[in-house]
């Protein structure tokens, strides 16, 4: 009986963890189907999410099916609804609804992360999002109708609460997107709420005065120091009291791991997070390894940890790949290294910000950096073409990864 990889996942840590493990596979003689590398996800298809701040939010995605036969992997089709660990087997529900079990050797778990929604009143009835391509395409459904209500302040106004590095992007899109539908001349508002006393609180001060030039001259306003106290159908309410008249609020504070992660019995950070060690094994739990956004993995010697993003989950999916592979082949791991690490942040139409270094050093601004940006994200992110020796190539986990 074949031996089996089993990979949870489909978004750019599972989908490299797939295919790093093939290119293991067939450097080694071992593409023999005696060990089956196997992939469970509601659909074969990459949702590019890191774009989901753009207009259009709904085709952001790649189908994946071409590519995964390419390289030899088993797609499964459904959601996994347990883990059990001590069995080695997942339970999920198929594509027709039914309930059904998987047996793994090894299981790389690879559900990435989804928006911290906070207890906060009106939030769950009131607020768009841009985390998933589900609620990014109801958004863009909602700005395009907007022309369609009575003119107001509030229908004029977005409300982007949080001012990290999603709330900036969304922030910097919206005055265009906004006047392209309510018209050149329409009185448009933009306001990002921000609870830190800074905009970007997590991107340092490298940025920062870039980040506050685009966002000026684009005319989006910043609330610092208040959070959101509650939200309604009319606009949001800040802690500080101050009213704020909106239609349109979306919520972009704060990530956590999939919930799927507390099904694991091992350590996590505060994020929910899989602590792993190097080679992104879960310590203490036979045969499990995390990647992506449900691993708090160590990205150097440095004391830097990946953070939730394109960027690290494609480098830790190449990682995760070739160690899962090589621990059944009992081959020597690669262990996991990501040490340069740049941060492109899209600024719409004034431009973006380009840095390098956990400390944020500004190496290029405005459309310089926006033409580099727009590289990334149409280009580098996506998939490989459905070409064996191409998969095989790009699944390097020695590859530098820059996106």
């Known amino acids: ?56 939010a709904g085709t952001m995605k790649a189908p994946l099916g071409e590519v995964f036969d390419a390289a030899g992997v088993r797609f499964v089709q459904g959601t996994v609804e347990r883990i059990r660990t001590g069995d080695k087997a997942i339970d999920y529900i198929d594509a027709h609804g039914e309930a059904a079990t998987l047996g793994y050797d090894r299981l790389v778990l690879a559900t990435g992360s989804k928006l911290f929604r906070p207890r906060i009143p009106g939030l769950a009835d009131h607020a768009f999002s841009v985390d998933q391509l589900d609620e990014a395409a109801a958004l863009e459904t909602h700005v395009k109708a907007l022309g369609a209500q009575p003119k107001s302040a509030a229908r004029n106004t977005v409300v982007i609460a949080g001012g990290g590095f999603t709330g900036i992007e969304t922030a910097a899109e919206m005055p265009a997107r906004l006047r392209e539908v309510l018209g050149a001349k329409a009185q448009t508002r933009v306001v990002v709420v921000e609870q830190a ?17 685009a966002l000026s001259e684009l005319g989006v306003e910043m609330r610092l120091g208040s959070g959101v106290a509650a939200i309604d159908a009319d606009g949001v309410t800040l802690a500080n009291g101050e009213r704020i008249d909106s239609k349109t609020v979306i919520w972009t504070a704060g990530m956590r791991a999939s919930a799927l992660t507390e099904q694991i019995p091992a350590e996590r950070d505060r994020f929910g997070r899989l602590h792993v060690d190097r080679n992104l094994r879960v310590p203490g739990v036979d045969g499990v390894y995390a990647t992506g956004d449900t691993a708090f993995a160590a990205t150097d010697d440095e004391g830097n940890h990946a953070s939730m993003s394109c960027q690290h989950a494609m480098g830790l999916g190449r990682s995760s790949g070739h160690n899962v592979a090589a621990d059944l082949l009992g081959l020597e791991p690669i262990p996991y290294s990501q040490p340069f690490y740049v941060t492109c942040l899209d600024l719409g139409p004034w431009g973006a910000v380009y840095s390098e270094g956990w400390d944020r050093v500004v190496k290029m601004a405005g459309a310089d950096a926006k033409a580099l940006k727009h590289q990334i994200n149409s280009e580098w992110i996506y998939p490989p073409r459905a070409d064996r020796a191409e998969i095989i190539a790009a699944a390097d986990p020695r590859r530098a990864v820059v996106a």
Not at 6 to 33: M, Q
Not at 197 to 213: K, S, T
């Open 1 to 56: 009986m074949a031996q089996r990889i089993l990979i949870v996942g489909a978004g750019f840590a599972g989908l490299w963890t797939a295919l790093g493990a093939a290119r293991v596979l067939e450097e080694n003689g071992r593409a023999d189907g005696s060990i089956e590398i196997a992939l469970i996800a509601p659909q074969p298809e990459l949702h590019v999410r890191p774009r989901l701040y753009e207009a259009e």
């Open 197 to 213: 006393e800074a905009i970007g609180p997590d991107l340092g001060p490298g940025p920062r005065p870039v980040i506050e030039q």
